[in-house]
C-alpha cells in the first residue's frame, strides 16, 4: 500500500478537492480527510487497473507496477486495503450530513454507474474500432467522474451553496474529459488516434474555455481552480 501511494504522482484530485473547499469559503482543515481519502481511492485503482486481467501494465510512475514488484494477489489485496481504508478515514471522528454526501457522492462516482462502469465499457472495447461516443462514455466515467467528484466533495466540505456545488461539479466533468485528452496525447492513445495530436489538443483548448466560463462568476475563488486547469491542460507540453 505503501508501495503505490508513496511512489510519486501529481494528486491532482486531492488538490482540486482541497482548492473547491477554498473557493467555497472553508478551511483546507475542513476537507483535508477526505482529500487523501480521495488519493487512496485513485491510487486502489491504478493498481487494479494494472493487473494482467485488466490492463497489464508492467511499470507505473517509472517504477515495477505492485504486481510486478510484489504477486498479483498482493496487490488485489492492496487495491481492496486502500479501497476499504479510504471509507474508514472518510467516516472517523466529525460525522455529519455534510460527510455523510460526500460519502455518497463519492461513492457514486466509483460505481458501476462511474468509474467501473468505465472500466467494463473499456475492459469490453479493447482490440475494437469504436466511436467517439463510446470513447466519450469510457473516459467520461473512468477517469472524469473521480475528478468530478473530488471538486464536488470539496465544495460540500467547505459549505458551499447548493448552485455552487453543481458549478462546480460541471467544471470538474470539463476538467476531468480534458485531463483524459491530454494524457491520450501524451501517449499518442484514444483522442490523439481518433483526431490526431493537434486536433486533440484543440478539442481540449476549446474544453478548458468552456470549463472557465462555467466559474465565470466566481470570482477570486475560482483563480486556483482555473490555474489548476491551465496546468492540466499544458503539462507535458
Sequence with gaps: MRYTVFSGGKRIRPILCLAACQSAGG??????????????IHNYSLIHDDLPSIDD????????TLHKK???STAILAGDALLTLSFGILSKDSFSKRRFRVINELSHAISSF?????????????????????????NIHKTGMLIAASLKAGAISGGAKESDVKRIFKFGEYAGLIFQIVDDILDNDGYAKMLGRQGAYIEAQRLTQEARLILKSSGRGARVLNAILEFILKRGY
Design 57 to 64: 501494465d508492467d511499470t507505473r510512475r517509472g517504477e515495477p
Design 27 to 40: 478551511k483546507d482543515s475542513d476537507a483535508i480527510d477526505v482529500a487523501c481519502a480521495i488519493e487512496l
Design 70 to 72: 510484489f504477486s498479483e
Design 114 to 138: 462511474g468509474m467501473i462502469g468505465g472500466q467494463v465499457v473499456d475492459i469490453q472495447s479493447k482490440n475494437k474500432d469504436i466511436d467517439t461516443a463510446t470513447l466519450n462514455y469510457i
